[in-house]
């Protein structure tokens, strides 16, 4: 499967962006899916996690309250939508598919990043 990020950018603190993720070539839709990021220097980290039906998500805790995951009418897209950014939310954000149709945090295929830059 193919993964597509998309909809990074430059936002004022406070701000709000929509990250997409769209999957081509074998279907997500049996699958979870998730958000990761990655700053310059660290590991890549998990933001949130959407389950095969959209019935199940799950959150870091510092994105808890502020960032919202969700599956598009297409099960193979998948949307973040990031609310009241903070400068420490900029990163290299990551789409991917999970093994499993519930989140396991074992990623089965990654999708190129979208920056995310959040000035003060």
């Known amino acids: 499967v193919q993964l597509q990020a998309s909809g990074g950018g430059l936002v004022q603190s406070g701000g709000s962006l929509r990250l997409s993720c769209a999957a081509s070539?074998?279907?997500?839709?049996?699958?979870?899916m998730a958000w990761y990021r990655q700053t310059p220097g660290k590991e890549r980290e998990f933001v949130a996690a959407?389950?095969?039906?959209?019935?199940?998500?799950t959150y870091a805790e510092a994105v808890k309250g502020r960032f919202t995951i969700s599956r598009g009418y297409a099960a193979s897209t998948m949307y973040l939508q990031m609310d009241n950014l903070k400068p420490e939310d900029t990163a290299v954000y990551y789409c991917?598919?999970?093994?499993?149709?519930?989140?396991?945090?074992?990623?089965?295929?990654w999708g190129r990043g979208t920056q995310v830059t959040v000035s003060s």
């Open positions: 991917a598919v999970d093994r499993r149709a519930m989140y396991s945090n074992s990623p089965r295929s």
């Open positions: 070539g074998r279907t997500a839709s049996n699958n979870a």
């Open positions: 959407i389950g095969w039906n959209g019935g199940s998500t």
